[in-house]
């Protein structure tokens, strides 16, 4: 690799968010400059991107943070509790703005309105709802999804707002006929993000089933979609002239063109959990976080393939026309045109009419604060009317680039990223608002350490290299041997064979390759593979507790169905004749049926406990899928 692609990407630094665990996290959407963290000590931290200092602590939660979002001019933050509950908070004037409840469940998305003080909120418990901030009410209830809400966005024209979930669906909602106009089934895992062009009709959707969907907002079909990636998308990005789109990986980023779908450019980013991506001039900002830590990383889009010019091939350039050769709709940011054609008026699918729901009354006694209303025509235009210029507009300054690190050096982290104590961070006084690039503070340095010392460390790294080569080798024999099995005999030879080897890595490789091929499953793998689900849930491993979340779903999607029945009524055994078949599968039935109820329990406590389960198991909503044997 050479040196110029070598720094197209770097971390600019990590530091220590929250004194507990970090759930959320927002980079502001106009230059990614701005960071709003939250987590479950109840605060939301706002920072300056490169600095170590918090610009300001905001407190007076009741419960953990489960999400955060700033408004269009970047003056509000929207803070989504553990609770149900929304915090409004005015930045300019150090205050709150408004609490508003009226979700019965946790909050897992937000986004205001591009022209309004409107906010959208999707949560735990499936509703979408609209809210109006300055009345401090609910506008509207939509229902439709069956599982929690992970994104929802409202249109660059203001006009529709797009709700994806963990059912796998995508609903696009029509604000001024109050219904949904589309409905998107495509993906095959939960639905993590999902972005509008900032110009074309076009929808990008990112899923945990490894793939970036392309969806019209015209003929509303699916237009393209990437080839599966080696892990789960994270989040997606379009670039601000919607030539190309970024995909954030659990250790990488892909950069993708649609019409056909190439693959522009992919780097290897250990970034990890990568939350939310925003364009900084010609760089990308990418946030993460990993338990109390946050880590903020750079990538140099001039040295990516698309934008170099230098390494794309003849055929890239040939499958990927400029903007302005695409024949598709673009959103109007103007005052509407009377000859033009407003957007709901676009081909719509036959009714697919899942009407939304008033807010009853009962919705906002939560917490007394938010009773919901009846807006009359006239007030619900003026809500959603497109304006020509935005209000509170600040004015736009310019920063420099953020600089790679000088000789490779590694990244400062602030402090340090193991578990240091903490304290609630300082507020800075805002004398410049302007947010100079990163520049690490000066290191003393050490006394160099005697030769022997150096020999022991030494020792030591090469001892703990001999160990993990060991643990690698040992996982890829056994998926040599289950790959050898697989092609010539059953894939259920093959997922047994991954059990009884004892290595849990190896059985979540096989989980994964068998979770993609839904159709090869039997109620055989079912029985083998409950018992180590039970070891997966329990594991400090994210990627372990995934793959259980998955596997389990698959399992009673699938199976779910059949052991209720069987469950409900047994084989006589005063029959004269006996039917083996069916006997044989009770007692299938009657074991998975056991291990699912133990499972079920061991759910429900990891769901309530602190640790990386908990919230895993609430994202996926895995409680509620055991309904299916109810």
């Known amino acids: 690799m050479s040196t110029s692609r070598a720094k197209s990407s770097w971390k600019l630094c990590e530091f220590v968010a929250h004194s507990s665990t970090v759930n959320c996290l927002a980079l502001s959407p106009s230059n990614g400059r701005t960071l709003a963290t939250g987590g479950d000590d109840r605060r939301v931290n706002l920072w300056m991107v490169g600095q ?195 995909s954030g990986g659990q250790d990488s980023l892909r950069v993708y063109g649609w019409e056909p779908v190439v693959t522009h450019d992919a780097l290897p980013i250990s970034w990890g959990k990568v939350a939310d991506m925003a364009i900084s001039g010609e760089q990308l900002i990418g946030a993460s976080f990993a338990q109390t830590n946050v880590s903020l990383w750079c990538i140099d889009q001039k040295k990516l393939k698309l934008f170099s010019g230098d390494s794309v091939s003849p055929t890239e350039r040939e499958v990927s026309p400029p903007l302005s050769a695409s024949t598709r709709r673009l959103f109007e940011y103007q005052e509407e045109v009377a000859s033009e054609r407003h957007p709901t008026q676009a081909p719509q699918p036959k009714a697919q009419q899942s009407q939304p729901q008033r807010s009853t009354s009962e919705e906002g006694k939560e917490g007394g604060d938010s009773p919901p209303m009846e807006l009359r025509e006239e007030e619900r235009k003026q809500i959603f009317e497109k304006r020509l210029k935005l209000v509170r507009t600040p004015p736009k300054r310019t920063h420099d680039p953020f600089q790679p690190p000088v000789d490779d050096k590694p990244p400062t982290v602030l402090p340090s990223a193991g578990r240091p104590s903490y304290q609630h961070p300082r507020v800075e006084p805002s004398e410049d608002p302007v947010i100079r690039a990163f520049i690490a503070p000066p290191v003393s340095q050490p006394s160099r350490p005697s030769q022997s010392k150096d020999s022991r460390v030494v020792g030591e790294i090469r001892t703990n290299h001999i160990d993990v080569c060991q643990i690698l080798k040992s996982r890829l024999s056994v998926l040599k041997k289950a790959r050898s099995e697989w092609s010539v005999s059953d894939p259920k030879i093959a997922l047994d064979l991954a059990i009884n080897s004892g290595n849990q890595a190896a059985l979540v490789d096989v989980l994964n390759v068998l979770y993609l091929k839904r159709t090869l499953w039997t109620l055989d793998m079912a029985v083998a593979s409950l018992p180590d689900l039970r070891l997966l849930f329990k594991s400090k491993y994210d990627a372990y507790i995934v793959c259980g979340c998955n596997v389990l779903k698959l399992i009673l999607k699938s199976f779910g169905p059949v052991i209720k029945t069987n469950m409900a009524s047994p084989p006589s055994h005063g029959a004269q004749a006996v039917d083996i078949t069916r006997e044989e599968r009770y007692e299938k039935c009657h074991t998975c049926h056991s291990h699912l109820m133990s499972l079920r329990e061991d759910i429900w406590r990891l769901q309530n406990a602190p640790g990386p389960a908990s919230k895993l198991i609430r994202e996926q909503a895995l409680v509620d899928v055991f309904s299916v044997l109810d």
């Open 52 to 246: 170590p200092n918090a610009l300001m602590s905001i407190s007076g939660i009741t419960s953990p943070v489960q999400s955060v979002t700033f408004n269009n001019t970047e003056n509000w933050i929207g803070a989504g509790s553990k609770s149900g509950v929304i915090k409004v908070f005015d930045l300019e004037e150090n205050k709150a703005v408004r609490s508003i409840s009226g979700h019965k469940a946790a909050i897992c998305s937000l986004d205001f309105h591009r022209y309004g003080d409107i906010l959208a909120s999707g949560s735990m418990d499936t509703n979408l709802k609209l809210w109006d901030v300055r009345r401090k009410g609910c506008i509207f209830t939509y229902k439709g999804h069956n599982e929690v809400l992970n994104c929802v966005q409202f249109s660059p024209d203001g006009k529709w707002i797009v709700s994806a979930s963990s059912d796998c669906t995508i609903k696009v909602w029509d604000l001024s006929a109050g219904r949904m106009i589309a409905d998107f089934k495509n993906h095959t895992g939960a639905i993590t993000s999902v972005r509008f062009h900032p110009k074309e009709f076009l929808l990008a959707s990112g899923s945990s089933d490894r793939t970036v969907k392309f969806w019209d907002l015209e003929s509303f079909r699916l237009v393209s979609e990437t080839a599966p990636e080696a892990t789960g998308v994270k989040c997606i990005q379009y670039h601000p002239e919607g030539v190309a789109i970024f």
